[in-house]
């Protein structure tokens, strides 16, 4: 937001009109002042006049949104009577992410509104193969929100070698939906489900995957549940980790994150924590960047900074490991810093989710379950639910500005499966600011920035995320 700022100042002739700097999804929009401060005095108008609901709408189709979803969520016990109900089966896969419980708890309790059976599934896929699979209630779901790592268990197994038992188990409990929630196994079970509606007629039923890994690495969603509790969790320890040589002799900080091959943690907690580099997969680097890197914070140690920090995503080079790296530093930096080295390992994972993971997670949890319905109903021939077309298999990520249903088969083509990340990642965008304010001498690409938008279009245009 402070770099558009800037942009918007640079840009700005004295017939441009006051504006202010927002973020609306994981972009920055450029709105009018003077029609902010309208709607501002809008909004206190109506609650003055008790016009509650017109202040709803005013504040926006997202704020309204997360009220409608509080209200279900808070509020409503379900239905009595089951009938004419569908059944719907929610599972995690792929490794814990901090979130995953709150998503299974929204989407548990609006299929229950709904008047749906809700069935959940132990142990990803290898439990749908092996029937671990138990109806929940209201209460089954009871505190889940604040609660870390996945309370259903979680496996990495993928379905294709178990196809029969899990065509089995889905006409033995006659799940007609399935809710995956999980990271880059979800999307590669997914497809994998995809293959399989060719040999087994039991695999036609809706499905959709909701993003929920520390690595932010799944196709088609800008973000993941459980990643900005990992950044949390990195930032804070680097803060920790620096503040350790406040007052002591000059020192630089050599600190590896998880991720795989994505290095979205590395990067966003580099920019965050006010990291001098950050060595990732995705922007291949030489011993010359090394080398440079090195120079450049002999020069920073010169001035009154006495302490540096690097990151290093895990797999961002298979030579230029960290120990490498450290052993680097400690012999270029000889007489002038020492190096320590920190591999922050599983601590990313654990821990309770962050208020952003647990309302992401609620409100892409209740979004899946109401798509599921409406599928379910629409796929509903000759008494059996049969779904084979590309958009009854999806992934629900959030792109941009809005959260959307993609097919997996259509997000085929834009993955990298042999490093396990998306082909175009739009935090790449943000790394030269990364080396901006390590005082780098770069350019700055300013192609992609925002155009002034009125507030009546851009709500108009905004999705209920």
């Known amino acids: 937001m402070g770099v558009e700022a800037v942009m918007a100042l640079l840009e700005g002739t004295p017939d441009t009109p006051a504006c202010v700097v927002s973020l609306s999804g994981n972009q920055a929009v450029r709105l009018p002042l003077m029609e902010c401060v ?14 509650f609901d017109e202040a709803l709408k005013l504040r926006g189709r ?35 992410a901090a979130g995953m419980n709150a998503a299974v708890r929204s989407t548990v309790r609006i299929g229950l509104i709904q008047g749906n059976r809700v069935l959940v599934v132990h142990d990803g896929f290898e439990g749908l193969a092996k029937g671990q699979i138990e109806e929940a209630g209201w209460s089954y779901v009871g505190g889940w929100t604040g609660q870390g790592g ?23 409990f006659n799940i007609q939906g399935l809710v995956i929630i999980g990271g880059f196994e979800a999307y590669t079970g997914g497809l994998e489900l995809m293959e399989g509606r060719k040999q087994f007629d039991e695999l036609c039923i809706p499905f959709v995957v909701i993003p929920a890994t520390v690595s932010n690495n799944v196709p088609g969603s800008d973000f993941s549940v459980g990643a900005d509790t990992a950044l949390n969790t990195i930032c804070t320890t680097c803060d920790r980790i620096k503040q350790s040589a406040a007052g002591t002799k000059r020192r630089v900080f050599i600190i590896e994150t998880m991720g795989g091959y994505c290095g979205y943690l590395a990067t966003m907690a580099g920019l965050a924590a006010g990291a001098d580099a950050a060595y990732i997969f995705e922007e291949p680097f030489t011993i010359r960047d090394l080398q440079a890197n090195v120079e450049h914070l002999v020069q920073k140690m010169k001035t009154t900074v006495k302490r540096g920090l690097v990151l290093r995503n895990e797999k961002c080079n298979e030579n230029y490991t960290t120990d490498f790296i450290f052993n680097l530093y400690s012999e270029e930096g000889k007489g002038i810093f020492d190096s320590r080295k920190n591999v922050l390992g ?15 997670a609620t409100k892409m949890g209740a979004k899946a379950m109401n798509w599921m319905s409406g599928k379910i109903k629409e796929s509903y021939r000759n008494g059996r639910i049969f779904a084979n077309t590309p958009d009854s ?32 990642q739009w935090w790449l965008k943000l ?13 700055l690409d300013t192609s992609d920035h925002a155009h002034l938008e009125h ?6 245009g905004e999705a209920a995320v």
């Open 346 to 360: 599983h601590m990313q994972q654990g821990g309770s989710p962050t208020p952003f993971d647990r309302n992401f």
């Open 38 to 51: 309208q709607v501002t005095k809008d909004v206190t108008k109506a609650m003055d006049e008790k016009k």
């Open 150 to 172: 996945s309370k259903l268990g979680t496996k990495r197994t993928l379905p294709k070698k178990s196809f029969e038992q899990i065509s089995a188990n889905i006409t033995k």
């Open 455 to 460: 507030i009546t279009r851009k709500r108009s």
């Open 393 to 424: 298999g999806c992934v629900l990520g959030m792109r941009k500005r809005a959260l959307v249903f993609q097919p997996v088969a259509e997000l085929k083509d834009q993955t990298d499966f042999e490093h396990r990340i998306p082909k175009e």
């Open 431 to 443: 790394r030269p600011i990364l080396k901006i304010l390590a005082k780098y001498e770069i350019d």
């Open 62 to 96: 997202s704020f309204m949104n997360n009220w409608e979803v509080y209200k279900l969520l808070a509020h409503v016990r379900p239905p009595v009577s089951k009938s004419g109900s569908h059944t719907v089966a929610v599972m995690n896969v792929g490794a814990p």
